[in-house]
Structure formats: structure tokens, C-alpha cells
């Protein structure tokens, strides 16, 4: 393209590029890409706006609050975008990811100062979509859903930035939770097909990379296409358990996790796999959002409670040490004193590792917003509370039981003291560990000696000379 070409004559470098990102992993792994796909058109990816020819915003629809977040930065860029202006230089911005999705041209329309909206499944076009707003001045927005292309094109010639990387093997939703906004923002669930995802891991270990940590929306939905004449597999589809048992066998990987699974579409494949595959780290996020049927019900999680913890014991049976997370909501509409104490009472039962939880929001065009019984803000604060309270303790509890314990750490960078690495447990725990620098990009076994607020502390074992000891798995 003619555009793109004026762009590509631009020395290496020569323009900036400012992503900020909120929400999940996935928007990390897209942000991550974006950068990746306009470096060869000459952007350098900088840490502040401040000098930026083209600011992205990569954004969150989940709750309230992340989206409205996005119209205060745009709040502040606008002053910055008209001084940049009068100097006579040009600053685009862009609005990307799920409030792009869900508000698309209601953006332009709240905030002027913004070039180009464009959603999750468009990031691919993006050099094409920057050459149409230099050309054509207006506005330029992109909500269409074509997974597939997006797939296989931001992966392309992917960089190892240290020693553990996200890569997405499955996006979208078909669940319909009656509170969340993702089916709407990130559309229908696509899995990318094994060889993309194997070329992908295969060329981040030659680089180095020893973890990867596969993403979706529904990981665990994840399957592969139907078998067609001799291809790779010839047995029949495979699911994420297949799919991480034959990512073992690349060479250079030595940790391999996932996220985030349904309890839905946690098969006996996957599950016999936790309790097998060595490589996979004994560390599960699983939400189960509520305790209470009813509220599960009004959800339209699928499950029950008792279907859950029969799940987690069926999990723990495959791989008694595994550390368990999940998401909660408080205060979904309906939820009254008695099904508030069944979320506490199922945490109670489960004991996670640590877990994530948050106050309902009400989401417009999800069929919670609308229905009846919905829930005082201040109950609502109150039950979070209480539920953080137990979850807290729950962390406090499995951190304190890794103490006195060997754990194999993948130390990943320097930490903020001197002579310090940070790493993570099988379990996903922080570690902190006095150790030499050569020890960084290692799988070291270490003796846990304390816990943090957030972490662990460990030390190398006293008879390992200078980490002479250290095993690498
Ligand atoms: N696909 C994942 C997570 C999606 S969003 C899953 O199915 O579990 C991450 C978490 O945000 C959800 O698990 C849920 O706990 C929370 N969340 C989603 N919509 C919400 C809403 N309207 N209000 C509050 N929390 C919400
Ligand atoms: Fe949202 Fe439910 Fe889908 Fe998770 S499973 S992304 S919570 S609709
Ligand atoms: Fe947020 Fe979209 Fe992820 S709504 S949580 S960025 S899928």
C-alpha cells in the first residue's frame, strides 16, 4: 500500500509510540504485539506520552470503573495533544480493546480529541489503519471480528522479552454470564490452531524464554480443529490437556501454566494432565464468581456449588499441591445475607491460594443490568470486606505452609535490593532470594525461609557454592 510505504521509508526509530494498557493478560499479550507490529514501521515504543506521535490506549470494559478510567486519561491527553499541536507536531490517539468494542464511535462523539477507535480484533490492520488517518484526517474506527487473521498475523517475528511469556491460544466467549461484558467485547470463542501456537512457543524458547503461560478467555475451551485427511494429530481433536502435554516436548520450555479456565470445560483430559505432565505448574485459576445455586443460576454460570467442589476435589485427587485461585463477585442482584454466607461458606471449603474479588457492576447491555433485586452499594462494600478477610487469610495460610520447604524458582529479573533476584514457586508465588546475577533466567531450587505481604522469601541452600547446587529442571 501506497501509505504504508511513506511510513516505511521513516528511519528505524523515528517516531514514538506510547501504549498504555489496562484489564487482562490478554490486553498485556495484545499491547505487546501492537508494539511488535509498528516497530518495523519505524516506532520505538517509550515508557511516557509526554513525546509520542501516536498514543494507544488499550482498555477495559469489565467494570465501571476501568472504563471511566479511560475518559480521564483521555481528560489529560487532550491538553497534552493540543500543546503538542501548537508546536506544530502531530500526536494521534487511539482508542483500543473492549471499551473500543462496546462504545466504538460514542468515543469520537465524548471525546473529539481521539484519531483512530479500533477493537480487539483489529490490531492486526493497525498499520494500515494509522496510513488511513494521516491520509484521511477523520476519524477511523474498526469494531469487525476476524480473530483468525488477528491470530496469525501479530505473532509474526514475536521477540522473547525475558525468560516467561504470555501467548494467546484461544479468545472469546460463548459462556453468556448474566453480569460480563466479554461475549459483546471479544466476540465468539475462536481457538488458534496447534501449529501457529507450536511455532509460536518453539521460536520463544530458542530465544530463551524457559515458562509460557497460554491464555483465553475460556483457556480450558481451547481445542483443536477436527482431524482433516493425515493432519498433526490423526486421533480425533485435541483439548488443552493434549495441547500442553505436546508443548512439553519443545526443547528450552520447562514451565508451562494457563488461564483462565471455566469450571464448565475442565475435562478428565486436562485434568489427568495437571496430575502427570511435569512441566505443567500445580496452579489453577478457576472462578466460581458465587457460592449460592441461586445466584450461580441468575448468573448462568452452568455450575453449582456442589458441582464445583466436587470439580476441585477431583482436581486435588490428579494433584494433591495445587494452589487455587478465583475470581468472586459480591453483591450480584438477588444475592441476600443467606447467599452471601454459601460464597464464604464455599470459600471455607476450597481454601484458595490467593483469589480476586470484586463488587458487582452493573454493565450496560448484560441481562444483570436490568434485573430486579440489585444490591446497595454499601452491602455490597461490606460483603467484600468480609469475603477479602477469609481469602487474605487463606493467602497468608498456603504462603506460610511453603516455610521450611525446598521449591524449584524461576528467577526472572533483579530485584529492587541490592544483591537480590525475584522469581516465582511452581504456585506462583513471589520469591525474593539473596542470589549472583549469572542465577537470572535459572530454575534454582531454593528454601523457602519466609513470607511478605506478597511474597516469599527463600535462600539458597547453605552447602551450594555460589548456586553450584542449583537445579535446573
Ligand atoms: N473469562 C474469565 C474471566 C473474565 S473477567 C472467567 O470466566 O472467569 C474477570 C473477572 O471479572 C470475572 O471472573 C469476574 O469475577 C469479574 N467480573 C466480570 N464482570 C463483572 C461485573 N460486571 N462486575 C464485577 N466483576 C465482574
Ligand atoms: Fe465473562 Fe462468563 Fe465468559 Fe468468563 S465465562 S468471560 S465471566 S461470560
Ligand atoms: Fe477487560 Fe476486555 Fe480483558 S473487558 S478483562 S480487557 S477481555
Known sequence: MTETKTIDETPQGARKVYIKTWGCQMNVYDS????????????????????????????????????????????????????VEDQGREMKIAVAGCVAQAEGGEITARAPQVDLVFG??????????IARAARDKGEVLETGFEVEDKFDTLAVGRKADGYSA?????????????????????????????????SEVRALAAQGLREVTLLGQNVNAWHSAPPVGDDHMGKGTWGLGELCRHLAKIDGIERIRFTTSHPRDMDDGLIAALGEEEKLMPYLHLPVQAGADKVLKAMNRGHTGEHYIRLIERIRKA????????DFIVGFPGEGEKEFQATLDLVEEVKYGSAFSFKYSRRPGTPGAGMAKQVAEDVKTE????????????????NRAQIGRRLAVLLEKKGRNEGQLVGRSPYLQSVHVLAPDHLVGRIVELDITGIKANSLTGSLPVHSAQGAEEKVS
Open 383 to 398: 460483603r467484600l470486606a468480609r469475603l477479602q478477610r477469609l481469602l487474605e487469610d487463606q493467602k497468608n495460610d498456603f
Open 166 to 198: 504470555f501467548v494467546t491460544i484461544q479468545e472469546g466467549c460463548d459462556k453468556f454470564c448474566t453480569f460480563c461484558v466479554v461475549p459483546y467485547t471479544r466476540g465468539a470463542e475462536v481457538s488458534r490452531n496447534v501449529d501457529a501456537i507450536t
Open 32 to 83: 505487546e504485539r501492537m508494539a511488535g507490529l509498528l516497530q518495523p514501521l519505524g516506532y520505538k515504543a517509550v515508557d511516557v506520552p509526554d513525546d509520542a506521535d501516536l498514543v494507544i490506549l488499550n482498555t477495559c470494559h469489565i467494570r465501571e470503573k476501568a472504563a471511566e478510567k479511560v475518559y480521564s486519561e483521555l481528560g489529560r491527553l487532550k491538553a497534552h495533544k493540543q500543546a
Open 319 to 326: 494433584r494433591p499441591d495445587i494452589a487455587l485461585s478465583g
Open 120 to 129: 480487539p480484533q483489529a490490531y492486526h490492520k493497525l498499520p494500515e489503519m
